[in-house]
């Protein structure tokens, strides 16, 4: 467990050693979160609320679900290529830890990284640019940590997946991409779910992506009860368990494969 | 200009022959652009099961308008490959073998880096636009073909102006920046009518860094949109001076280049 926490760690230091790059990250997002918000200014255009959500609560849930994806978001798919394609993995196999384990602890190291140094400022900024609403309860507070800590887990398990496709693929990068932006739509980080179609919700349901984005952002901007938010969070708990499956397989199949190819 | 004109069609025959090598790359990645243009695409049907007009924009129009800013941004993508200008060029040192070659330099770092598969996403452009303009009953004339090349070369040299001076920073500052990125997010307003917009940021995304000449302005033309003619028109003489102002940039740039040491 120590060299867990190690790695946690050392990962923190190392983006703590590049952090001016963030600067300009909080800006980035900043802009996002500005265009989405005066799209949907125009959206809602008089209407008092769609679906439920308000026009406070529609911007705040996009800025929310931004800053919340500073903290989710990792690039272990690629960075898991890359060491793959140079053959690195190798030596990492026969190091005394479990690769994935590591890769998943480095994404964490580095996501409670820039949960401080960039959702935080940002999230502040934020509340001065833009008409958000910032909820003082602490028990939407604390459904709203854990929701976000699952989401950190079931994004890393379909990073991890993605990552482990490069065994047979060898040439992943179109499929990183393509992951990348089918996430950014069905995790609910550009429009909340209750916005599609009714066939489409159906579909999306039996999908572990709107455990990314949407329900951690329908918790805190309040648009769940707390019955509802309950069991959300109980849906992407059993998410993160059923995501281990299809990993294990698809590793031990592709450990294989890799000593076959090493001859 | 014989001479450029020459080189540009090695190069272009070159690179033709290396991707190929190379088929299922290409395929992987047109399907992946595809797929990025298709979620664009859902968002803003989705959006529209909500509200019947954005900004007095139908939804039709919104389809059209993103379908035409995919026809210069594509131009754009296939010829201004500069997003690591910084890294490959200067860092690398890599402009100093430029400066050697008989041509522009800036010219020569465009040959380098095409990336003609890009050029694909102008398909789907029109595409989309065709869906969109049928839905709408737009009538085409017979000098609409000719506007389009125009309004689309002014999009793409806006575009390319901007990236090209966002490149020539490097040129005085060394630092590595993120401006590239913000960039590319600054330029996705431009793909929605600026009429939504606040004034300030529509007056930077006309005058200061005017993305909504790539997309919204000159589309507003095709869709009829007589208020926003004015800008229409304006497409190419924005893009002239925004390039012509960048190659400026470039050239005094270049002019202060000491080389990165050996």
């Known amino acids: 467990m120590d060299k867990y926490l190690e790695m946690i760690r050392i990962r923190f230091l190392m983006m703590l050693a590049y952090r001016t790059n963030y600067y300009t990250g909080i800006l980035i997002y900043g802009i996002n979160i500005g265009a989405y918000y005066f799209l949907w200014t125009a959206i809602y255009s008089g209407k008092e609320e769609i679906q439920g959500l308000s026009i406070t609560q529609m911007t705040t849930y996009v800025a929310i679900s931004w800053m919340a994806r500073a903290f989710y978001f990792n690039n272990l798919d690629r960075e898991m290529a890359m060491e793959i394609m140079e053959g690195k993995v190798a030596v990492e196999l026969i190091r005394p830890y479990n690769y994935l384990g590591m890769k998943t602890m480095q994404g964490l190291g580095e996501g409670i990284f820039r949960l401080f140094f960039f959702s935080l400022p940002g999230l502040i900024i934020v509340y001065f640019v833009f008409p958000i609403q910032i909820t003082l309860k602490p028990s939407v507070w604390g459904l709203f940590a854990i929701s976000i800590l699952l989401s950190f887990f079931i994004n890393t398990q379909l990073n991890l997946l993605t990552g482990i496709t490069t065994f047979f693929l060898y040439n992943n990068t179109g499929l990183i991409r393509a992951k990348r932006v089918v996430i950014d739509l069905f995790s609910g980080l550009l429009l909340p779910m209750s916005f599609f179609p009714g066939w489409a919700q159906g579909i999306m349901k039996f999908l572990p992506f709107q455990g990314i984005s949407y329900i951690p952002s329908m918790i805190y901007t309040e648009g769940f009860t707390h019955q509802q938010a309950i069991q959300a969070i109980g849906q992407q708990f059993i998410w993160v368990i059923i995501l281990l499956i299809p990993i294990q397989i698809l590793w031990v199949i592709a450990k294989k494969q890799l000593v076959i190819q090493g001859g | ?262």
Not at chain 2, 180 to 185: F, G, K, R, V
């Open chain 2, 1 to 262: 200009m014989v001479f450029y004109v020459t080189m540009f069609f090695q190069y272009m025959s070159q690179y033709i022959k290396t991707r190929l090598q190379y088929r299922s790359d290409l395929i992987v990645e047109f399907f992946s652009d595809l797929m990025s243009q298709a979620i664009n695409l859902v968002f803003i049907l989705v959006v529209f099961g909500h509200t019947q007009l954005l900004g007095g924009w139908s939804r039709d129009e919104i389809i059209f308008i993103y379908g035409f800013f995919l026809v210069p941004y594509a131009v754009f993508s296939a010829f201004f490959n500069i997003w690591d200008f910084n890294e490959r060029y200067i860092v690398r040192g890599e402009l100093d073998r430029i400066l050697t070659r008989p041509i522009h330099s800036l010219f020569q770092i465009i040959l380098e880096r095409l990336e003609l598969e890009a050029l694909l996403g102008a398909v789907t452009g029109l595409a989309v636009m065709f869906y969109a303009g049928t839905r709408l009953n737009l009538q085409l004339d017979w000098f609409d073909p000719i506007l389009f090349i125009i309004f689309v070369i002014g999009g793409a040299l806006v575009y390319g102006g901007i990236f090209v001076m966002l490149a020539c920073v490097s040129f005085w500052a060394d630092a590595k920046t993120s401006l590239m990125p913000m960039m590319y997010n600054i330029s996705n307003y431009g793909r929605y009518p600026v009429n939504i917009y606040n004034t300030v940021i529509r007056f930077v995304l006309t005058w200061i860094l005017p993305f909504a000449f790539v997309g919204v302005y000159p589309a507003a033309f095709f869709l009829e949109k007589k208020e926003w003619y004015i800008y229409s028109f304006l497409t190419p003489v924005i893009g002239i001076i925004f390039f012509a102002l960048s190659v400026f940039l470039w050239n005094q740039g270049v002019k202060k280049y000491r080389g990165a040491g050996n």
